[in-house]
């Protein structure tokens, strides 16, 4: 069955850190891959996706993430956190003949210390 | 441009009582999709409309969930009789109608999702 795994459910980081978050998918084919931020009270926003080409995707607030199809991943990445980057965060895959319904994984939440 | 519009944010009833959730999406998506995510589990797809009509519903966990979107608009989702395991966050997103050249609906139609509804069945 397809599958999303994001193993963190729970990451702390320093302001001014660094960020990497898991995400795993199990799909036979390259899927579509998302990322979606929920903040607390607010709807899950799309931060960056992928269909094809560069796999490396830049995306809003300065967020990236790099599909690599050995591994079946797409690791989310922030160079340096900020506070207002407290949230959950949702990987998430659609397939081309699935009518574009999404398979997420649990979701990570992120806590920022100052 | 207003987005993906959910009520009620929070709803708490009684098992075996009935409760409607609406979900009103982003003007001139024709694409409506229902997810639910109970506590501690990930977000899990329950079905998806094209305009009025049921796309697919394989996610719909049993009889006593409803969907309706009459007129293609505004979507209900009722739960007739809710049950203790069906509390948690019901989300709501909608995309354009985009299709490929052979008909079917692209995962690349970005959905728009709504804060949700919390429901909790006591």
């Known amino acids: 069955a397809q599958s999303v795994t994001q193993p963190d459910i729970h990451i702390t980081v320093s302001e001014g850190a660094s960020l990497e978050l898991r995400c795993n998918y199990s799909y036979g084919a390259t899927p579509y891959l998302f990322w979606y931020v929920q903040s607390p009270g607010q709807g899950l926003q799309l931060l960056l996706k992928y269909f094809s080409g560069d796999t490396l995707v830049q995306g809003i607030k300065g967020f990236e993430a790099e599909f690599k199809r050995s591994q079946s991943s797409f690791n989310l990445r922030k160079p340096s956190v900020h506070w207002s980057d407290a949230a959950e965060y949702f990987c998430?895959?659609?397939?081309?003949?699935?009518?574009?319904?999404?398979?997420f994984g649990q979701g990570t939440e992120l806590s920022v210390k100052p | 441009e207003a987005g993906v519009t959910q009520f009620p944010s929070h709803s708490v009833i009684e098992k075996g009582q009935t409760v409607t959730l609406r979900c009103d999406p982003i003007?001139?998506?024709?694409?409506l999709y229902w997810y639910r995510r109970v506590m501690g589990k990930e977000i899990k797809f329950l079905l998806h409309?094209?305009?009025?009509?049921?796309?697919?519903e394989s996610g719909m966990p049993n009889n006593r969930f409803l969907a309706e979107r009459t007129g293609g608009t505004y979507s209900t989702l009722k739960v007739q009789p809710a049950e203790l395991e069906d509390s948690g966050v019901y989300f709501c997103?909608?995309?354009?109608?985009?299709?490929?050249?052979?008909?079917?609906?692209?995962?690349?139609?970005?959905?728009?999702f709504g804060a949700g509804t919390r429901l909790s069945v006591l």
């Open positions: 003007s001139g998506h024709d694409n």
């Open positions: 998430a895959v659609g397939f081309y003949n699935q009518g574009g319904k999404l398979i």
């Open positions: 997103a909608s995309s354009q109608d985009r299709t490929s050249g052979r008909g079917l609906i692209l995962a690349k139609n970005i959905q728009y």
């Open positions: 409309f094209v305009k009025e009509s049921k796309q697919d």
